[in-house]
């Protein structure tokens, strides 16, 4: 059973770091790529990363870029989301999902990440 | 800088069909955007319906139908029920090599 759990969230002060975690079971990190999905409160769905099966990521968007990095550890089945210079608008809910064809395909519940002084 | 276009919002009578579209603020989708379409309730994670344009995820209802119509992507319910009241996301993938989301139609069936 494919399964992704998030977590590493919380609340951190504007020009602050985070590290989130995405914890897979049901298949390898060798076979498929992640992306990280984010919602702010109240607001759409924003692509912010993607990481190949092949360890390499994809360019990240303007809103993040420079700021955001993805890793991962296939020995623990385990994906990261480095967040740094935090503003006040990265606040939102963190999910991320295993990759199809060029598409989303399996959600993580996801991780709330509020950044606030 | 490129924008996926969806319509704000749209209402829908019980068993009628509404059609749902994603466009590009500069130039045209086709399948090499591979358009794929999300569904979400509030408070819940999204929950993926159609990708590379017209393929249904598995478990989605055949009530739901991707296509590309003129110069968008759609999405097509035919037969609508109260529970596919939702938001509905679209995602394109550009030649950039970045995916990105339109700011999703609110479906209200009614």
């Known amino acids: 059973q494919v399964q992704l759990v998030e977590s590493g969230g919380g609340v951190v002060q504007p020009g602050g770091s985070l590290k989130l975690s995405c914890a897979v079971s049901g298949f390898t990190l060798n076979d498929y790529g992640i992306h990280w999905v984010r919602q702010g409160p109240g607001k759409g769905l924003e692509w912010v990363a993607f990481?190949?099966?092949?360890?390499?990521?994809?360019p990240y968007p303007d809103s993040v870029s420079g700021r955001f990095t993805v890793s991962r550890d296939t020995s623990q089945n385990t994906l990261y989301l480095q967040m740094n210079s935090l503003r006040a608008d990265d606040s939102a809910v963190y999910y991320c999902v295993k990759e199809g064809n060029y598409f989303m395909d399996v959600w993580g519940k996801g991780t709330t990440v509020t950044v606030s002084s | 800088q490129t924008v996926v276009t969806q319509e704000e919002s749209f209402s829908v009578s019980p068993g009628g069909t509404v059609t749902l579209t994603c466009g590009l603020t500069?130039?045209?989708?086709?399948?090499?955007?591979?358009p794929s379409w999300y569904r979400q309730t509030p408070g819940q994670a999204p929950r993926t319906l159609i990708h590379s344009t017209s393929t249904r995820s598995s478990g989605v209802p055949d009530r739901f139908s991707g296509s590309i119509l003129g110069n968008r992507a759609a999405l097509t319910i035919t037969g609508a029920q109260a529970i596919d009241e939702s938001d509905y996301y679209c995602?394109?993938?550009?030649?950039?090599?970045?995916?990105?989301f339109g700011r999703g139609t609110k479906v209200t069936v009614l």
């Open positions: 995602v394109l993938f550009l030649s950039s090599g970045i995916w990105v």
């Open positions: 990481i190949r099966h092949s360890g390499g990521s994809a």
């Open positions: 500069s130039g045209s989708v086709s399948t090499n955007h591979y």
